[in-house]
């Protein structure tokens, strides 16, 4: 690789940096459909599971992850995100997330112990974030 | 001559057929429209595109700036708007408030077809559009999706005895300058609609005035100046922004019936469903007796 394209790189680097905090800024989940009483935004938490299925419907988008919950118990986990056009203007795509994806999860978990939760963010094997991981 | 009696009577005929049913009809709005009083297309502002909430604003609370604890997000337990309320109303929304708290004050819209209503929809997430034209200014907002007309063609607000309380109101508008300027009446309140999620509601007597205008090239401001002699003490000022979005972007369907795996139940909880449609909730309330109690 010579100087030119490393700065190139150097420079698209940061601009997927700014992006990618963009993206993770807008992503705060917003909820239009529903109350979030349901949820626990002071205890966020991080799923290790394989994605089973997207959902890339309204009002909601879904994520169905296999994960372990607190307990170790293997369990199907719900995970609601936005609606498809809010999604859609922060880079999401129908294919953002495919069946057999391993993602490390992170969410706002219902208040009562229920496999689901509130998306956050998600960080894929390739090391690429959607959301946010903090 | 003969034939001029003959059109004469005629004609007398036809304004006597049509007299009885143009008496039972009031004039149409459309009589007030005088077109040369429109302002020219050309002088109408550019808010053209996709427009947001402005990033950095807490979801959903109908004002931000007076959100107790500062920067809570609404629908959150122990969150709420510190609005100049009547001491009857404070007590009224302390009771919602609790709801809240306990998730078990569900907010409207997630029985999916039910507006936002106003002036909440003009404090909303997703995709707003701005349709200018001169004689009516279209809110277009992908959540829901809602649409709000605010005319400014000359036309009053429809009669007292002709108007009835709605989601969206009744909307009168003029242009000073660049800024649209409109009156909104004849909104549902307490009951029927919410002003944000942490319980905040209206009488149903409130009039909002609403300026609209450019506050740089791509944000848009709304200042809502609420008035309720039944629930307020005083006008309350609300202002939001909208960031206009990336040149080409778009808006889509929003379609609340499509994959709602958060039904109410009967006691106001909301759930959460599986792919399969079952509930995943761990607590969930016994149903009231006598059946459904739609909060």
């Known amino acids: 690789m010579n100087k030119k394209?490393?700065?190139?790189?150097?420079?698209?680097?940061?601009?997927?940096?700014?992006?990618?905090?963009?993206?993770?800024?807008?992503?705060?989940?917003?909820?239009?459909?529903?109350?979030?009483?349901?949820?626990?935004?002071?205890?966020?938490?991080?799923?290790?599971?394989?994605?089973?299925?997207?959902?890339?419907?309204?009002?909601?988008?879904?994520?169905?992850?296999?994960?372990?919950?607190?307990?170790?118990?293997m369990r199907e986990w719900s995970i609601e995100g936005n609606s498809t056009g809010t999604l859609y203007r922060q880079g999401w795509k129908p294919t953002s997330f495919k069946a057999g994806d391993k993602v490390?999860?992170?969410?706002?978990?219902?208040?009562?112990?229920?496999?689901?939760?509130?998306?956050?963010?998600?960080?894929?094997?390739?090391?690429?974030?959607?959301?946010?991981?903090? | 001559m003969i034939r001029f009696s003959f059109l004469a009577a005629a004609a007398l005929a036809a304004a006597a057929l049509h007299a009885p049913a143009q008496a039972a009809q009031p004039a149409g709005p459309a009589a007030a429209v005088d077109p040369?009083?429109?302002?020219?297309?050309?002088?109408?502002?550019?808010?053209?595109g996709v427009w947001t909430l402005a990033p950095g604003v807490p979801g959903g609370s109908f004002d931000p700036s007076l959100t107790v604890p500062k920067g809570g997000?609404?629908?959150?337990?122990?969150?709420?708007?510190?609005?100049?309320l009547t001491p009857e109303w404070a007590a009224k929304y302390a009771a919602n408030r609790a709801k809240v708290d306990a998730d078990r004050f569900p907010d409207p819209v997630s029985f999916c077809g039910t507006p936002s209503g106003f002036p909440r929809v003009l404090t909303i997430p997703d995709g707003y559009?701005?349709?200018?034209?001169?004689?009516?200014?279209?809110?277009?907002?992908?959540?829901?999706?809602?649409?709000?007309r605010v005319y400014t063609d000359g036309r009053g607000h429809l009669p007292p005895d002709e108007i009835w309380a709605t989601f969206s109101g009744d909307s009168i508008?003029?242009?000073?300058?660049?800024?649209?300027?409109?009156?909104?009446?004849?909104?549902?309140?307490?009951?029927?609609?919410?002003?944000?999620?942490?319980?905040l509601t209206l009488s149903g007597k409130q009039k909002v005035t609403t300026r609209l205008r450019k506050t740089a090239?791509?944000?848009?401001?709304?200042?809502?100046?609420?008035?309720?002699?039944?629930?307020?003490?005083?006008?309350?000022?609300?202002?939001?922004?909208?960031?206009?979005?990336?040149?080409?972007?778009?808006?889509?369907?929003?379609?609340?019936t499509e994959n709602n795996r958060n039904p109410i139940t009967a006691t106001g909880q909301t759930l959460t469903l599986d792919t399969s449609g079952n509930q995943i909730d761990r607590k969930v309330d016994p149903a009231p007796e006598g059946g459904k109690a739609a909060p």
Not at chain 1, 108 to 134: C, E, Q, T, W
Not at chain 2, 36 to 48: G, H, I, V, Y
Not at chain 2, 174 to 195: K, N, Q, R
Not at chain 2, 219 to 239: F, G, K, N
């Open chain 1, 5 to 73: 394209s490393l700065a190139c790189s150097g420079l698209a680097l940061a601009a997927l940096a700014a992006l990618a905090a963009l993206v993770a800024f807008a992503a705060v989940p917003a909820l239009a459909h529903h109350s979030f009483a349901m949820f626990d935004r002071d205890k966020p938490m991080t799923l290790e599971g394989v994605v089973k299925q997207f959902q890339w419907t309204n009002p909601h988008s879904w994520i169905q992850v296999n994960a372990p919950g607190p307990d170790g118990v």
């Open chain 1, 104 to 134: 490390s999860m992170r969410i706002f978990p219902m208040k009562d112990g229920s496999a689901g939760g509130s998306f956050v963010g998600a960080k894929f094997a390739d090391g690429h974030v959607l959301g946010r991981m903090d």
């Open chain 2, 36 to 48: 040369s009083k429109l302002k020219a297309f050309a002088t109408l502002p550019d808010w053209s």
């Open chain 2, 73 to 84: 997000q609404s629908g959150l337990a122990g969150v709420r708007v510190d609005a100049p």
């Open chain 2, 129 to 148: 559009e701005f349709v200018v034209r001169p004689e009516q200014t279209w809110i277009l907002t992908e959540n829901g999706p809602n649409v709000i």
């Open chain 2, 173 to 199: 508008g003029h242009w000073e300058g660049e800024t649209l300027v409109f009156e909104t009446i004849a909104m549902v309140g307490d009951g029927s609609t919410i002003l944000d999620r942490t319980g």
């Open chain 2, 217 to 256: 090239p791509d944000m848009l401001e709304s200042q809502m100046t609420i008035e309720d002699p039944v629930a307020l003490t005083r006008p309350w000022t609300v202002t939001r922004l909208y960031k206009r979005q990336p040149v080409g972007s778009r808006v889509f369907d929003y379609v609340c």
